[in-house]
């Protein structure tokens, strides 16, 4: 058989120049879907170069989206790739998910995915054109509003305007989150709401008590803050509450953070009776608990929150971020009214406000009713995809909400996280192990966060968990973790 030999780019890097050609002569019909490309020791051979060269040319064509490696079978045009979807002047990076399947976009929407890597590292919500136009919509509106427009130039307190206060607890109270207008504060996302409660509430040196596994958030603020970060146990029910009273019994912790509907990453709920107890503690030994909402979830998952059990010392954070747009960086803390004036004025000096525009913004798509309607859209599909999650991986040991965002997988016995990491990287997937979200120095879980939302697509997704499928079952040694 004639080997296959690409024309390269003497101006580029070779490897590069290899990636370009496979490019060109897929789109020009040399390189059909399912062409084998030649091994790497003989092309290299046929070219004069490395065979390190081609590996990293055959690495960068994969990275793309062009190409499949199989272990023990060779390098493979990618069978979504066809001379119509990449053209001759430059590849194409994105095409509409539907018509690469054969089949029509989901809920008739043109999603559109990278072919050149999958990134499940952040906790996103789902991808859907409603987010873009209710954007739009809203700043059409303000433009056209002369009172609106005035809002967003004029200078504002640090709590927000009254009106905006009600409206945003409203909504919370149909979201299943009731509050109370007079003690919330406006934030610049959730981030800002933890930066203020350890600002306003904490000194340097003082105990923070976090879950063994955390928002990595919590953990650069308390470090910034020069906090002594203690570490609690977790289990199926949550924070061991139990560890934290034989803690409480040696040292008494200014505050403890919690994720009482699901912990990130492990996905775990704190139970009822954990509840109670963490709230019998702070009350006990006096100090103030930071409960973090933010991934949202709906009331039928969800348990009492523990500024419901105890409001007189619970602070609780929450964001329209997880639920509109990921740009939109508004967050709500709630907290005693007695405590208000004290995070007003950490707010003032960090920022002075939160920026009008931005709570207009989201106060006028709360007002045109195009956000319900998103929102009921999500949470639907982000169970669609944990039940597909479930369905491809439920050979391994699986933790999350039926609405979670994420999925935490816990690696068979003898298989390393961050050689997943590496290995999945280079099929394109990207992943998180658990060391990002370790508190203090134990050794982190041999676990992969996956972020099912951030996906462009159940297409896309499945894509994904197909590959991490085929690398737990791939014995360790076959394995690609280098280039």
């Known amino acids: ?4 030999m690409p024309m390269l780019d003497p101006a580029m890097p070779r490897y590069r120049a290899l990636a370009d050609a496979i490019r060109l002569d897929i789109a020009s019909g040399r390189l059909p879907a399912g062409t084998r490309l030649p091994p790497q020791r003989r092309l290299a051979d046929a070219l004069g170069v490395t065979v390190g060269t081609i590996t990293r040319g055959y690495a960068e064509a994969e990275r793309r989206g062009l190409v499949t490696s199989r272990v023990g079978s060779g390098t493979y045009i990618n069978g979504l790739v066809s001379a119509q979807r990449v053209s001759a002047e430059g590849f194409g990076h994105v095409f509409r998910v539907g018509a690469a399947c054969g089949e029509p976009p989901d809920a008739g929407v043109s999603w559109e995915a990278s072919l050149e890597s999958i990134d499940l590292t952040m906790s996103l919500p789902p991808p859907h054109p409603a987010r ?9 509106a303000i433009s056209q509003s002369p009172a609106a427009l005035q809002h967003c130039v004029d200078y504002q307190n640090e ?6 206060r009600q409206l945003l607890a409203n909504w919370m109270g149909e979201l299943g989150v009731p509050v109370v207008a007079e003690e919330l504060m406006l934030t610049q996302g959730g981030q800002n709401g933890i930066t203020l409660a350890l ?7 003082e ?4 879950g063994a596994l955390t928002y990595p958030g919590l953990i650069s603020a308390s470090a910034e803050r020069g906090l002594k970060l203690l570490r609690i146990p977790l289990d199926e029910e949550g924070m061991d509450i139990e560890a934290l009273a034989r803690l409480c019994r040696q040292q008494v912790p200014r505050m403890v953070y919690v994720m009482a509907e699901q912990n990130n990453p492990g996905g775990a709920q704190l139970s009822h009776a954990r509840r109670e107890a963490l709230v019998a503690l702070a009350r006990q030994y006096d100090f103030w608990i930071l409960e973090d909402g933010v991934q949202y979830l709906p009331p039928e998952e969800c348990g009492m929150q523990l500024y419901q059990l105890a409001p007189e010392r619970t602070l609780y954070l929450f964001s329209t971020s997880k639920l509109l747009a990921g740009g939109l960086r508004l967050g709500v803390l709630r907290a005693p009214v007695a405590l208000l004036p004290r995070l007003g004025a950490t707010l003032r000096s960090h920022s002075w406000m939160v920026a009008p525009l931005l709570v207009e913004t989201v106060c006028t798509w709360l007002t045109s009713g195009n956000a319900a309607p998103l929102i009921a859209w999500q949470m639907e599909e982000v169970r669609a995809r944990q039940r597909l999650a479930h369905s491809v991986l439920n050979e391994w040991s699986l933790a999350a909400r039926p609405s979670s965002f994420d999925l935490w997988l816990e690696l068979p016995e003898g298989q390393r996280s961050q050689a997943m990491v590496e290995s999945l990287a280079i099929r ?4 998180t192990s658990a060391e990002p979200f370790c508190v203090g120095n134990e050794p982190p879980p041999q676990a992969l966060r996956l972020c ?5 697509s159940r297409e896309t997704l499945t894509h994904a968990l197909e590959i991490v499928r085929e690398l737990l079952l791939a014995p360790p040694a076959l394995r690609c973790t280098t280039l």
């Open 199 to 205: 600002s306003a509430l904490m000194a340097p040196g």
């Open 159 to 164: 709590f927000g305007r009254d009106n905006q």
């Open 132 to 140: 873009q136009q209710g954007m739009a919509d809203a700043l059409v």
């Open 207 to 210: 105990a923070l008590v976090a």
């Open 428 to 431: 394109g997937i990207h992943v």
């Open 452 to 456: 099912l939302s951030a996906a462009a």
């Open 1 to 4: 058989m004639t080997i296959w």
